[in-house]
């Protein structure tokens, strides 16, 4: 039975505090088994350009899911002010670090969480504050939109928490989910502020600079 993550906090519609949750255990398989937060962009690892996506973009507490690598990433990467954890089971896909991810915010006073993926360096801070606030309730479910098509980043009301995870299984993450309700899914174009590229293959590091 998946773990109700629900409260009974007030619902706050006009300050809501949408938490920042980067899923960053990828080991980069298709990139020689580098993990995809140490890959290099700007002169830094690409995880820190994320982390400054989400607290650029207004979310707050900002909460890191690792895996690969975990230990590197703690020694190289600068993640002060983010609460960290470790998936151990980072093999088994996406859907595991979510599970995770939105698990450590269910102690919080998040209203929502807002998700971004470590490897996609094309959506920044513009992004993440469109989606923010995307924000109605503690039942909204919103996501960035690039010409008309859904991707990342993805902000979850936090009533949605439990049935979320409890569906994120696999690589899906919440695609299932999404695909499900997708009635109820707020699109927020961003094709003029991100671009949505992933950094899964070696011909993808072009991207990088």
Excluded at 82 to 92: A, F, I, K, L, Q
Aim: net charge negative; hydrophobic share 40%.
């Amino acid at each position: 039975m998946a773990e109700d993550m629900t409260t009974d906090r007030p619902r706050r519609a006009e300050n809501p505090e949408v938490a920042g949750v980067l899923l960053a255990a990828g080991g980069g398989r298709r990139l020689g088994g580098r993990p995809k937060a140490l890959l290099e962009h700007r002169g830094r690892p690409l995880i820190e350009h994320a982390v400054r996506s989400l607290r650029n973009g207004g979310c707050g507490p900002l909460h890191v899911v690792l895996g690969a690598g975990a230990e590197e990433v703690r020694a190289r990467a600068d993640l002060a002010g983010c609460s960290v954890s470790v998936n151990p089971g980072w093999e088994e896909g996406m859907g595991s670090s979510l599970r995770l991810g939105l698990a450590a915010l269910a102690a919080t006073d998040a209203d929502a969480a807002l998700v971004l993926l470590v490897d996609q360096p094309g959506i920044g801070a513009g992004a993440v504050a469109r989606v923010r606030l995307a924000y109605r309730s503690r039942m909204s479910l919103a996501a960035a939109s690039y010409d008309g098509e859904r991707s990342h980043p993805v902000l979850f009301g936090a009533d949605r928490w439990t049935d979320i995870a409890a569906a994120a299984v696999g690589d899906q993450g919440a695609r299932s989910y999404l695909r499900e309700h997708r009635d109820a899914i707020t699109l927020v174009e961003c094709s003029d502020v991100a671009e949505a590229y992933d950094i899964d293959t070696s011909q993808d590091l072009k991207h990088l600079e």
